[in-house]
């Protein structure tokens, strides 16, 4: 069960850093942080579908 946590832990940080890396808007950024952490890994995998995509891709 720890793997667990700790895999949710790691996937939760990198779905917050790359809200705040990303090129949105500080609202933006507030906004998709309060649903990652409402939301747990569902608000991760939502910032990855729909959440502003880098100009590089």
Do not use: H, Q, R
């Not at 790359?18 to 950024?29: E, F, I, L, M, R």
């Not at 952490?37 to 100009?55: D, E, M, Q, R, T």
């Amino acid at each position: 069960m720890e793997i667990i946590g700790l895999l949710w832990l790691a996937f939760s940080i990198w779905g917050l850093f790359n809200v705040w890396t990303s090129g949105a808007g500080t609202g933006s950024k507030l906004i998709w942080t309060v649903v990652m952490l409402v939301f747990n890994v569902l608000g991760v995998i939502a910032w990855y579908f729909f959440g502003p995509k880098s100009a590089a891709a």
